[in-house]
């Protein structure tokens, strides 16, 4: 049940009603639930949709990423699922540990140390998860 005197939870509930209405299985979408869906997409991919395909001549898609990462720092906690999956993207396009980590830390700047420390946070379980699949390869 909706507490009516909660705006956010009203517009959620109606959020939820609209998806049911486009598709009865987002009933039970969790943004968690996207993330195991599309966890990554190929290198290339992303070259076509987020790097040279939009300009030959401009970023390429780690950089791209790394400055999306950067970005979502910047907004703070409520961006966790984006941020993890913006983490295994980067990773896919050949961003390393310490540009992932720089990224973020450079964002202590701008956006604070809080900021910082919950991207970090995000950043840090997916690289625990990579490094896990690594040694169970």
């Known amino acids: 049940m909706t507490d009516p005197k909660n705006p956010f939870e009203a517009i959620m509930a109606q959020a939820q009603e609209m998806a049911k209405a486009m598709n009865p299985a987002l009933e039970s979408f969790s943004p968690k639930g996207m993330e195991k869906l599309w966890p990554t997409m190929p290198k ?3 070259e076509m ?3 040279k395909g939009v300009s030959a001549k401009g970023l390429d898609a780690k950089t791209r990423l790394l400055l999306t990462l950067a970005g ?3 907004l703070g906690a409520q961006n966790d699922t984006q941020i993890r999956m913006t983490v295994r993207h980067a990773m896919e396009a050949g961003a390393t540990k310490d540009e992932i980590a720089e990224t973020i830390a450079q ?6 140390i809080p900021s910082m420390n919950r991207a970090m946070d995000f950043a840090r379980e997916v690289l625990d998860e990579s490094e896990e699949k690594d040694t169970d390869s």
Do not use: D, P, R
């Not at 964002?107 to 604070?112: C, I, R, S």
């Open 44 to 46: 290339e991919l992303m």
């Open 49 to 51: 949709t987020f790097g």
């Open 107 to 112: 964002m202590a700047v701008f956006a604070g």
């Open 72 to 74: 979502l720092t910047m």
